[in-house]
């Protein structure tokens, strides 16, 4: 079992940049694949990127492929989401899952989540 805490978000104004981070307790982190995901408010909870237990391999939505990059430090039981060029559109409550074996896009496939970080852009 892992423990995810987020934190990093904030008040940007658009064409800024964030940089979130998730710490998970325990000490199997790198069996985990890890997931960041967001959630605007009456919309449902979207996929934005994930990686490999490794770190070798990284996958993007559309929407952020070029602006965000997702990293890991196994050593630090950490992973990160460095967000740049930040849209008014990017506004959510970005969250990081985990899962045994490899990522998958659908938040179902995520056993651990946490509380969630907000992230808001004004125009």
């Known amino acids: 079992q892992v423990q995810l805490v987020e934190s990093g978000g904030g008040l940007v104004q658009a064409g800024g940049s964030l940089r979130l981070s998730c710490a998970a307790s325990?000490?199997?982190?790198?069996?985990?694949?890890m997931g960041w995901f967001r959630q605007a408010p009456g919309k449902e909870r979207e996929f934005v990127t994930a990686?490999?237990?490794?770190?070798?391999?990284?996958y993007y939505a559309d929407s952020v492929k070029g602006r965000f990059t997702i990293s890991r430090d196994n050593a630090k039981n950490t992973v990160y989401l460095q967000m740049n060029s930040l849209k008014p559109e990017d506004t959510a409550l970005y969250y990081c899952?985990?899962?045994?074996?490899?990522?998958?896009?659908?938040?179902?496939?995520?056993?651990?989540w946490g509380q969630g970080t907000q992230v808001t852009v004004s125009s």
């Open positions: 325990g000490r199997t982190f790198s069996s985990y694949a």
């Open positions: 990686i490999t237990r490794s770190g070798g391999s990284t």
């Open positions: 899952a985990a899962r045994g074996g490899t990522y998958y896009i659908a938040p179902e496939q995520y056993a651990y």
